[in-house]
């Protein structure tokens, strides 16, 4: 067992595109399944919570004349969409692979609960939960927030393109500064928007850490879950207290 029992993984939709800007990469797709295997198979229990950005982003949609709520419903759709093809990639691999959708699709994927994916964890199946938290206004990252925090998970962790929480975007300033380590306030207060504050609010308050680390540094997940080693920015309560 590695140094994580349980985890709730944060990937957005963009990370599925790969070299594009739109759609799903086969090639992405396979390598995120693949990194996922490699917890699976040391034990870890793997809850994921998708973005949808690659196919739909509300707020870009109310910029183009669509009603919020619709957008926010649209966004959530193209989350379940990212959900199924990762489904299938794990299945692939011989992985036992479940989507929980907070917005009901019989045909396709159960409802979400919170004694459903507990129970499916336990039975060593990946959990991918989809749909947000279904209702508008929150973001794929509040959602994860919430979810980690319902299924107990040890620690949520946040994929992205870069290193880790830099102190401004470091694909648009070779001075910003790798943060190593961070407080939930160090982190809201110097408004680092690794994630919304409603996320990191109600990580905050139910002191889950929050690590941020460059999901498409091939091994890293492992080298975070199993073998407990510092990559990425570790964001806690420890230094507020």
Same mark, same amino acid.
């Given at each position: $067992? ?17 070299? *594009? ?26 809850? /994921? +919570?998708?973005?949808?950005? *690659?196919?739909?982003?509300? #707020? %870009? ?20 969409? *990212?959900?199924?093809?990762? %489904? ?10 479940? +989507?929980?959708?907070?917005? @009901? /699709? ?21 959990? /991918? /939960? ?5 209702? @508008? ?19 949520? #962790? ?15 300033? @070779?001075?910003? +500064? ?16 690794? $994630? ?11 002191? #889950? @850490?929050?690590?941020?680390? *460059? ?10 879950? +199993? ?15």
């Amino acid at each position: $067992m590695g140094k994580y029992q349980r985890i709730l993984l944060k990937l957005s939709g963009e990370s599925l595109a790969g070299g *594009n800007r739109h759609g799903i990469d086969a090639d992405s797709l396979d390598s995120y399944a693949a990194e996922i295997k490699s917890l699976t198979d040391k034990g870890t229990q793997v809850a /994921i +919570v998708m973005g949808g950005g *690659n196919i739909f982003r509300g #707020l %870009q949609g109310t910029k183009k004349g669509f009603d919020r709520v619709r957008g926010d419903q649209m966004g959530m759709l193209a989350t379940i969409i *990212n959900s199924m093809a990762l %489904q299938s990639a794990l299945e692939g691999l011989g992985i036992k692979a479940d +989507v929980l959708s907070a917005i @009901p /699709i019989e045909t396709m994927c159960e409802k979400m609960s919170r004694k459903r994916a507990i129970e499916l964890l336990e039975e060593s199946h990946v959990v /991918i /939960i989809a749909g947000g938290t279904g209702n @508008p206004f929150f973001t794929t990252d509040s959602a994860a927030a919430l979810r980690a925090l319902e299924i107990k998970a040890d620690v949520l #962790l946040k994929g992205t393109r870069v290193d880790g929480v830099y102190s401004a975007d470091p694909e648009k300033d @070779p001075d910003a +500064v790798l943060y190593s380590e961070l407080s939930f306030a160090e982190a809201i207060g110097k408004d680092l928007k690794v $994630m919304d504050i409603t996320a990191f609010t109600l990580c905050k308050e139910n002191t #889950l @850490p929050i690590i941020v680390f *460059n999901v498409n540094e091939k091994g890293i997940l492992y080298d975070i879950v +199993v073998e407990g080693k510092k990559r990425g920015t570790l964001i806690t309560q420890a230094k507020d207290a």
